[in-house]
């Protein structure tokens, strides 16, 4: 009976610390059991990014590189590398140089040429030629 | 029918592997099952005490593996049960005097016999480990609702899955209902969400089990033993019977208890 209301006694304070045992030990099972550290993972992160960033802008600050785990064996790397919103263009290299710390989204919209990154985006721009076939 | 051979293991010491092995070995002689129990913890001889049969070895596995005395000469008739065995570990030698191979050839001598074969594995992930758990068709992994524990537990999923023994079953030892209402211990339903394996059983903080130990009986035997019950549960379910998982709740468990459970998490067990 006392734990009831202890549940609710404690539910404005801090988690509790069965919870954060709980987070502790997911965030260091998954680092076991693919035997990468987590400032390696940070450091592959960077390498990747790097590499990346050689061929295409990255907004790097919309990255998101973790590792996850769907079932016992299945872990793995959910990387999610969005673009930069603007995209340098060889031949406009002025006008893009402008742009390529434009990270807003009025600034953006306004770019017929621009990646679309969300799938609305792609739904709305008649003109975006992406390699995915449109949804019909 | 060959007999089921069965490891009871848990990476980190101290977690109540000895105590588990014992009292399913006796819980499983009590179905009426024919059971030997070895314990592979070589040079740290324990379920001999546990069990009450220290007066009694003659020979021990070692002695066995090399060839000192017969197989039939080194299994100890235990006091109550006749269908039940021991088979002690050598104290003054090490792991390094046996090897799996060893292991698997003496767990096939007793499977005609037998319907259970229990192997007590030392802590561990070494050469005692893979001794322990070479012969086994199911390996049981003995943790407690703390972080090293599980950690360890996980560690040795992973070998078992390594050796193509895994993943085994999940039995969570030293549960404390009211730890957990309180969110101050991971729930059984915490531990097998982390770790992702089958629960097998979950055994309650039971102040009969050091006595049990001190006397060399084990709690299984004791009948107002909550622990017992958990343990009687456990060697049930090993025989292929389905036994819920029991109350762990220790006061009277009227509605307010139940809710108060339900809040905590702890009887919401998905494996259940």
């Known amino acids: 009976m006392s734990g009831f209301f202890d549940r609710f006694l404690n539910r404005g304070k801090e988690q509790s610390s069965a919870k954060s045992a709980k987070e502790r030990l997911q965030f260091v099972l998954i680092h076991d059991r693919i035997n990468l550290p987590p400032e390696r993972l940070q450091q592959m992160k960077e390498e990747i990014l790097a590499v990346i960033s050689k061929y295409v802008d990255v907004a790097a600050e919309d990255v998101d590189i973790a590792l996850e785990q769907r079932e016992r064996n299945r872990n793995m790397l959910i990387a999610e590398i969005p673009f930069s919103k603007s995209r340098k263009v060889e031949d406009s290299a002025g006008a893009a140089a402008d742009n390529t710390n434009a990270h807003t989204a009025s600034a953006t919209d306004d770019q017929h040429d621009t990646r679309a990154e969300s799938p609305e985006d792609e739904a709305a721009s008649d003109d975006e030629t992406t390699d995915k076939p449109a949804s019909q | ?158 070998l078992l899955e390594a050796e193509n023994k895994g993943p085994g079953q999940l039995i969570l030892n030293r549960v404390k209902m009211d730890m957990i209402r309180r969110g101050d211990m991971l729930s059984a339903e915490d531990v097998t969400d982390i770790l992702a394996i089958r629960l097998i059983g979950i055994v309650p903080e039971d102040e009969t089990v050091i006595p049990a130990s001190n006397s060399g009986v084990p709690v299984t035997l004791n009948e107002n033993s909550r622990a017992g019950v958990a343990f009687r549960n456990i060697a049930r379910r090993l025989t292929g019977e389905t036994v819920p998982f029991m109350q762990l709740d220790e006061s009277s468990g009227g509605f307010f208890n139940r809710l108060a459970q339900w809040f905590a998490g702890g009887q919401n067990n998905r494996n259940s």
Do not use: W
Not at chain 2, 119 to 136: K, L, T
């Open chain 2, 1 to 158: 029918m060959g007999a089921k051979v069965i490891t009871v293991t848990s990476g980190k010491g101290g977690v109540g592997k000895t105590t588990t092995a014992a009292n399913l070995g006796v819980a499983l002689a009590r179905l009426g099952k024919k059971v030997t129990l070895v314990d592979a913890d070589i040079g740290l001889r324990n379920l001999d005490v546990v069990m009450g049969l220290e007066n009694r070895i003659v020979y021990d596995l070692v002695d066995v593996v090399e060839g000192r005395c017969k197989l039939r000469q080194a299994m100890i008739k235990h006091k109550q049960f006749d269908d039940l065995y021991l088979i002690p570990a050598a104290q003054t030698r090490d792991k390094s005097a046996v090897s799996p191979s060893d292991m698997i050839e003496l767990a096939d001598k007793l499977r005609d016999e037998f319907d259970f074969i229990l192997f007590d594995s030392p802590a561990g992930i070494e050469r005692g480990f893979r001794n322990a758990v070479a012969a086994a068709d199911e390996v049981l992994i003995v943790t407690n609702p703390e972080v090293s524990a599980v950690r360890d537990a996980d560690r040795i999923i992973g």
